[in-house]
């Protein structure tokens, strides 16, 4: 059974700062990986999408990584702005069916 | 490109009572899910749905839950009766096609919040 952690469950940094969000997962058979970002009372939000076949993929200040032999993926953001406060969770599908398994989340406050 | 629909966004009951949420997937998206997250974890699968067909629903309470996707669109998703623990944010997705030129991607609506008193 697919388990998926995420470190730290919360961050505070200041305003400009480069950081780096970890994302564990127990099983390596993996179809894609797909990191989120989830703010205060509304749903997730894509940020990016990895696939099994591929090592990181990148969305203007953001850039993720996969690793698939050690289970891990990273999310890198640079220059963190306030805005990017949020929760960011990431999700883990498994190659014989097509659910996916999130991690609990990591809760990011960037302060001005 | 209008993204997955969700209502009501706000629910109040008492237990025992009973409550539906629906959801309108993206179009073309066969894939449905629907997620139970409780304050300050991560989104659980409740169940699963390709076109109108269950794939998964190893995780729904049988015994209160309900889901159906009758003609392989829209999907509603019933608790009968409600307990306290039942309150949280039911997540509707849907995702992407697998085959080129779609990704698989996973997306969400902004889901429904209840409250169970």
């Known amino acids: 059974k697919q388990e998926v952690t995420q470190i730290p469950a919360a961050l505070s940094v200041p305003e400009g700062e480069n950081l780096v969000l970890n994302c564990s997962f127990t099983d390596s058979a993996i179809y894609n990986l797909q990191w989120f970002r989830q703010d205060p009372g509304k749903g997730l939000t894509s940020l990016l999408l990895i696939q099994s076949s591929q090592r990181e993929q990148t969305s203007g200040r953001l850039n993720a990584s996969l690793d698939k032999s050690s289970g891990r993926s990273t999310l890198y953001i640079a220059a963190s702005q306030p805005g990017d406060s949020a929760t960011y969770l990431c999700?883990?599908?498994?190659?014989?069916?097509?659910?996916?398994?999130f991690g609990p989340g990591t809760r990011l406050s960037v302060l001005p | 490109e209008a993204g997955v629909a969700q209502s009501p966004r706000y629910k109040i009951i008492e237990k025992r009572q009973s409550v539906a949420f629906w959801c309108n997937p993206i179009s073309g998206h066969a894939t449905l899910y629907w997620y139970q997250q409780i304050l300050g974890q991560g989104p659980k699968l409740l169940i699963q749905?390709?076109?109108?067909?269950?794939?998964?629903d190893s995780q729904l309470p049988k015994d209160r839950f309900s889901a159906e996707r009758l003609k392989g669109v829209d999907s509603t998703l019933k608790i009968q009766p409600a307990k306290l623990e039942d309150s949280a944010v039911y997540l509707c997705?849907?995702?992407?096609?697998?085959?080129?030129?779609?990704?698989?991607?996973?997306?969400f609506g902004e889901g429904s919040r209840l409250t169970v008193l």
């Open positions: 749905f390709q076109n109108n067909g269950v794939v998964d």
């Open positions: 999700a883990v599908r498994g190659n014989y069916g097509q659910n996916f398994v």
């Open positions: 997705a849907s995702s992407s096609p697998d085959s080129p030129p779609y990704t698989g991607e996973l997306f």
